[in-house]
């Protein structure tokens, strides 16, 4: 029962330097999302797919990029990385009409030096 | 946009003791969301919220829609050790009628049980 997979889960970059994290889900779901989560913020939607070769911006896009060419990924790419994006990513997906039960993956705990 | 502001941040209790938190936001909502983050974890759904006044049990949990649309509280009764996590509350944001899924989320209610 794999639900949402993220990795990696943990990574140390320095400023400046890029990185992808990917999320794979394998429950056929539609829809998919990249949060990111600070303390005292809760989490802050980045980006989102509605399916496959599809993207939109979410509340805090900016420095972030992503991509959705197979309907069972969604990739989150950090171009040139900055201690701003030091932070715990959540990808979570669900399928359409069912938008109130987000599955949630267990996060990648990133810091930016 | 939405604001959602969860009270109290945090909260240390004793095991068996009930726990009560809330969230107001500054708009009308048609839906309130309740979730939960154990340690390490990602979210995970506890109940949900369609109509104004509507009290919902899922176990130990009840939650409850205001009747104002602003304001949304979650109860859980005689507390154990596993309820220790983040409780956020949420709402489906919608532009036009369509959500496609997209979240708000309050701040969030850290809960610590000591045993």
């Known amino acids: 029962n794999a639900g949402v997979t993220q990795t990696p889960k943990f990574r140390v970059l320095k400023t400046g330097q890029s990185m992808t994290l990917l999320c794979a889900q394998d429950?056929?779901?539609?829809?998919m999302y990249w949060y990111r989560q600070d303390p005292g913020m809760g989490l802050r939607l980045i980006h989102y797919?509605?399916?496959?070769?599809?993207?939109a911006k979410g509340e805090v896009p900016d420095g972030y990029n992503v991509s959705r060419l197979k309907k069972q990924n969604f990739l989150l790419g950090l171009e040139s990385a900055a201690p701003s994006q030091t932070s715990v990513y959540f990808c979570?997906?669900?399928?359409?009409?069912?938008?109130?039960?987000?599955?949630f993956g267990s996060g990648t705990q990133l810091s930016v030096l | 946009g939405q604001q959602l502001n969860q009270s109290p941040q945090s909260m240390f209790i004793q095991e068996g003791e009930d726990v009560s938190m809330n969230c107001t936001s500054s708009?009308?909502?048609?839906?309130w969301l309740w979730y939960k983050q154990d340690p390490g974890e990602g979210p995970v759904l506890l109940i949900a919220?369609?109509?104004?006044?509507e009290l919902t049990s899922n176990g130990r949990l009840t939650a409850q829609f205001g009747i104002t649309r602003k304001d949304s509280f979650l109860n859980i009764s005689a507390s154990i050790p596993s309820d220790v996590g983040i409780y956020f509350c949420?709402?489906?944001?919608?532009?036009?009628?369509?959500?496609?899924?997209?979240?708000?989320f309050g701040q969030g209610t850290i809960l610590t049980v000591h045993p």
């Open positions: 979570a997906s669900t399928n359409r009409g069912k938008d109130e039960k987000l599955f």
């Open positions: 429950m056929n779901h539609e829809y």
């Open positions: 797919s509605v399916g496959e070769g599809t993207t």
């Open positions: 708009s009308i909502f048609n839906t």
């Open positions: 919220l369609y109509k104004a006044g």
């Open positions: 949420a709402d489906i944001f919608r532009a036009g009628g369509t959500s496609y899924g997209k979240l708000t």
